[in-house]
């Protein structure tokens, strides 16, 4: 059918439970015959916990070093969804 964009905010996969809903309507999406393209948020909280921690270490942190710390939330975010939808026999 067609190219789907779908984001999820950091509620939306704030936990197992919600990744797993997550999972459940990227599939039913796909069912339909449509392309997803997931959009991920780091899980809530997981982005002020990290930020949080480098102002623990500097008030300054540089640009750089904090970009690549912060992606982190997203990778998570994206492994533990691949996990799930493989989980449930999906690619």
Do not use: C, H
């Not at 990227?26 to 991920?40: E, P």
């Not at 270490?57 to 994206?78: C, F, H, N, Y």
């Amino acid at each position: 059918m067609g190219l789907i964009v779908k984001k999820f905010g950091g509620t939306s996969v704030a936990n197992i439970d919600r990744i797993r809903n997550v999972a459940n309507r990227i599939i039913k999406t796909y069912d339909l015959g449509n392309n997803v393209v997931v959009i991920l948020s780091a899980m809530a909280g997981v982005t002020d916990g990290l930020i949080d921690m480098a102002k623990q270490i500097t008030d300054t942190p540089e640009k750089r070093e904090l970009d690549v710390l912060l992606s982190t939330g997203e990778q998570t975010t994206a492994a533990l969804l691949a996990i799930t939808l493989k989980s449930m026999n999906y690619p």
